[in-house]
């Protein structure tokens, strides 16, 4: 924190100390690309995150920083003008939150100078964008004295990505990312924003995050089209079932009415869907249980559905997962984010990670020609001022 202070004041010629704000990453253990589909989620929000220090000014600029973009530097706008700008690139996310905040009624009639520092290994899948939506809601709150209902708040995150940057994703990770809370997972309802803390007592395991070094970016992944033909594939069962979501299907039923679903492909998508809501209920009730490995199994049938139902696991994250299944010491491992490259996470016993390392970047080097990065995870608190 001293760094970034020193830093803030070099950068923007200010000699105040300015309050500083976390807000973390996310990884999802179970429950992925469930959430658009009105089924559930079982996020953790993570100690790796988004920094940002600074202070109000006494006009209407705002003047953005990234020590992760130096060479971008400062990056400044006016409280008037708002919009998306391409050539304002990553200041694109702390703009859209201040827009989102503002037209939801808060009143900012101020700009600030902020310098933003992030440690989530950028493209990695781990919600980056969304980390820095939530430090810049958490910055607004504090700095222009708002009182901003932390669900409203997670709200308006999701509000930047589907209004102002065009990506059609769902709320989970912005509310992992704004509603977590130390040594927890969250089961979420993403149709009804019901949810429940799941404490992760993992004694002698550990969860390790695997980044595949492919960089992906959301909006230009073929996430938007995954949502279409699964909304496709619900309006052909609404012709005979009275029904909003997935979430609300079981895979008998599925099973039963599948046939409406004209496209096979569009099929597939659905039976994922389906499936993988009903694993995150069993994978709940198993943690609560205490029966880690089984949570483990359901794990590993997540990575498959998502592979040959979804498809939208490709060669690396395949390469990184079924070499992790191979070793010694590991409970479950599958994909994490929206896939095409990102990260994947695995249960491993303490004992057996050193080597668990060693072995699956092996095996992925020589798949893919380049070395996997690990990282251990811890499971945080949502978005805060740092000295909370």
């Not at 395991?205 to 960089?215: E, G, L, P, R, V």
């Not at 020589?366 to 740092?386: E, L, N, P, R």
Request: charged share 25%.
């Amino acid at each position: 924190m001293e760094k970034l202070n020193q830093a803030f004041q070099k950068i923007f010629n200010r000699s105040e100390q300015p309050p500083a704000f976390f807000a973390p990453g996310r990884i999802n253990l179970i429950g992925e690309h469930t959430d658009y589909n009105g089924g559930h989620v079982f996020p953790a929000a993570i100690s790796f995150g988004t920094y940002a220090v600074g202070t109000k000014r006494d006009d209407t600029l705002f003047r953005f920083y990234s020590m992760n973009f130096p060479e971008a530097g400062i990056i400044e706008c006016d409280l008037s003008d708002l919009s998306y700008n391409e050539r304002h690139d990553w200041a694109n996310y702390p703009k859209g939150m201040i827009q989102s905040v503002m037209n939801a009624g808060y009143p900012i009639s101020y700009g600030a100078d902020i310098l933003f520092y992030g440690d989530i290994p950028n493209g990695a899948g781990l919600s980056s964008s969304a980390s820095i939506e939530m430090v810049t809601g958490v910055f607004l709150e504090k700095i222009f004295d708002l009182q901003i209902n932390r669900m409203k708040m997670v709200k308006l995150g999701q509000q930047v990505e589907n209004k102002y940057l065009g990506v059609n994703s769902g709320i989970m990770d912005q509310f992992a990312i704004g509603m977590s809370k130390k040594d927890n997972a969250i089961l979420l309802n993403c149709q009804t924003l019901a949810y429940d803390y799941a404490p992760i007592n993992l004694k002698n395991h550990s969860i390790i995050i695997i980044n595949t070094n492919k960089q992906r970016t959301l909006a230009g992944s073929k996430y938007n089209e995954r949502r279409q033909e699964c909304e496709q594939a619900l309006a052909d069962l609404q012709t005979e079932l009275p029904i909003d979501s997935f979430g609300e299907l079981s895979e008998n039923m599925l099973g039963e009415y599948q046939n409406l679903i004209e496209n096979p492909t569009h099929r597939k998508r659905a039976r994922h869907a389906v499936t993988e809501n009903m694993r995150t209920l069993d994978a709940m009730r198993e943690l609560r249980q205490g029966n880690l490995y089984r949570f483990g199994e359901l794990m590993n049938a997540s990575h498959r559905s998502l592979r040959d139902d979804y498809e939208v696991t490709g060669r690396e994250l395949d390469a990184i997962v079924e070499a992790a299944w191979r070793q010694d010491g590991v409970v479950g491992a599958r994909m994490t984010g929206a896939g095409f490259g990102g990260c994947a996470i695995a249960i491993v016993e303490n004992d057996k990670i050193d080597r668990f390392k060693n072995n699956v970047n092996e095996a992925y080097q020589q798949a893919i020609g380049y070395k996997a990065t690990f990282y251990t995870a811890t499971i945080s608190d949502g978005a805060k001022m740092t000295e909370e």
